[in-house]
Structures are given as C-alpha cells and as structure tokens.
C-alpha cells in the first residue's frame, strides 16, 4: 500500500496562495490517479482535484480556475498550487491514491493524514 504525506498548509491571507504537496511512497502513476479532499469543520468531504495517469486533470467548479493539480519530475509527487484563495477554502487537504474522475471516494486505495489549510479574511 502506498504511503502518502502531505505538506505545504498553512495561514494565508484571502487572496493569497498556498502550494500543497503529496509525496508517495512509491510513483504515483502505479496508481490510476492522484487526488486532493478537503473537510471543513462541520461540513462533508468534498473532492477537489484529481490527475490520472494521462495527466487529464479534474476540477470541482469552485477550484476550476484557482487551483492547478500537477505531478512533480520524479513522478512520486503530486502538487496542488491554489491562488487566490478564500475564506471558505479552508479545510483539512487529504490526498489519496487511486479513485476516479468523479472524486467521490469511490475506488480510493490510500489516504495521507492532511494538512490544514487557514485562509483569513
């Protein structure tokens, strides 16, 4: 099973930007995508982004346009760059290995333990 570890959270101001990272234990195309859920307090896991191995790229609609998911040169980490952030960004990032296009959590074969991401107003 593939080991996951996401960095890169932090506090931002509205408006700012935040580069969150997913190092894998093992290359990341030995999975068919890679993807990123946040969870704010009180609310559902949502799906944000997600790369499969052509590098088709996903977008919930409220990240299209903000947030870019990319895979790094050595192909055992996938970064998600999220600009112009905003107070309702804020959540706990998860990414995961496998899963679908539909980023409903169907087909996830591994979990990172998140990294909080604070935007202030």
């Known amino acids: 099973q593939v080991q996951l570890v996401e960095s890169g959270g932090g506090l931002v101001q509205s408006g700012g930007s935040l580069r969150l990272s997913c190092a894998a234990s093992?290359?990341?195309?030995?999975?068919?995508?890679i993807g990123w859920f946040r969870q704010a307090p009180g609310k559902e896991r949502e799906g944000v982004s997600w790369?499969?191995?052509?590098?088709?790229?996903y977008y919930t609609d409220s990240a299209k346009g903000r947030f870019t998911i990319s895979r790094g040169n050595a192909k055992n980490t996938v970064y998600l760059q999220m600009n112009s952030l905003k107070p309702e960004d804020t959540a706990v990032y998860s990414c995961?290995?496998?899963?679908?296009?539909?980023?409903?959590?169907?087909?996830?074969?591994?979990w990172g333990q998140g990294t909080q991401v604070t935007v202030s107003s």
């Open positions: 995961y290995a496998g899963g679908t296009r539909t980023m409903t959590g169907i087909g996830v074969a591994s």
């Open positions: 093992r290359f990341t195309s030995d999975y068919y995508g």
């Open positions: 790369i499969n191995n052509s590098d088709d790229t």
